[in-house]
């Protein structure tokens, strides 16, 4: 099914997916803080890097990255900004998937419990962990 989907890179997913944003109203602000979120990504990854080449395992290993997890003096960033990058992330890759230009959404599976599937189930909330006593 990858096949399938439009290929798109970086240089070109994130000006698409800001555009986006402004076209759908949102403030200049959000806009301007969405584009430095997605900055850091864009450097990781390169810009010429297709958006279809991305798996779970590739991002994962960014979001565990010292590109992502520290600023560029070294200093560790905050939880908060570390949950926005990721979040910003997250909504530009399921705009891609939505766009068709990705078969997937590859984000590792605990990205897409925090953040819920793209329809807003995970399955796995319905069910008790595996050593949870069972029974009420």
């Known amino acids: 099914m990858a096949n399938k989907a439009k290929e798109i890179t970086f ?46 395992a590739t991002i994962g290993a960014f979001f565990k990255s010292d590109a992502f997890l520290k600023k560029p003096n070294g200093n560790l960033k905050s939880e908060i900004t570390l949950t926005q990058n990721r979040r ?8 891609a998937h939505e766009k068709g230009y990705l078969a997937d959404i590859p984000l590792p599976k605990a990205e897409m419990k925090k953040g819920r599937a793209p329809n807003g189930n995970d399955p796995s909330d319905t069910e008790p ?3 949870a006593p069972q029974g009420d």
């Open 11 to 56: 240089e070109k997913a994130v000006p698409a997916y800001l555009k986006n944003l402004t076209d759908e109203g949102k403030n200049e602000r959000t806009v301007e803080v969405y584009g430095r979120c997605l900055e850091n990504a864009v450097e990781y990854f390169g810009a010429d890097k297709p958006l279809g080449k991305l798996t779970p």
């Open 88 to 95: 910003v992330l997250r909504m530009m890759l399921v705009w």
């Open 129 to 131: 962990a595996p050593d």
